[in-house]
Nanobody
Framework: VQLQASGGGLVQAGGSLRLSCAASGRTFSSYYMGWFRQTPGKEREFVSVISRNGINTGYADSVKGRFTISRDNTENTAYLQINSLKPEDTAVYYC???????????????WGPGTLVTVSS
């Protein structure tokens, strides 16, 4: 599966963005989808994961209550709604596909190129 994330941009603290992850191929619904983020010099950080049917979701403690992951298997797209943005949310956000419901980036086999989110204070 090939992935392409979009929707990043510059936003003021307290604002919102909706990231999208478009997948190619007919097997999107067979993958667990995750979102990660990374800042320079730091390891890729888990943000959220969603099960194949979209029922189960998981979040990092740092984003719980502010971020919402979802997916539309008919559109081969995963989403990350990010609200109440903080400057520390600034990062490149990546979507990824896995055959496991996992918060470890090592379990993800396919990655998109990432989309930059910048939050100004």
């Amino acid at each position: 599966v090939q992935l392409q994330a979009s929707g990043g941009g510059l936003v003021q603290a307290g604002g919102s963005l909706r990231l999208s992850c478009a997948a190619s191929g007919r097997t999107f619904s067979s993958y667990y989808m995750g979102w990660f983020r990374q800042t320079p010099g730091k390891e890729r950080e888990f943000v959220s994961v969603i099960s194949r049917n979209g029922i189960n979701t998981g979040y990092a403690d740092s984003v719980k209550g502010r971020f919402t992951i979802s997916r539309d298997n008919t559109e081969n797209t995963a989403y990350l709604q990010i609200n109440s943005l903080k400057p520390e949310d600034t990062a490149v956000y990546y979507c990824a596909a896995s055959t496991r419901y996992s918060g470890s980036y090592r379990d993800y086999d396919a990655w998109g190129p990432g989309t930059l989110v910048t939050v100004s204070s």
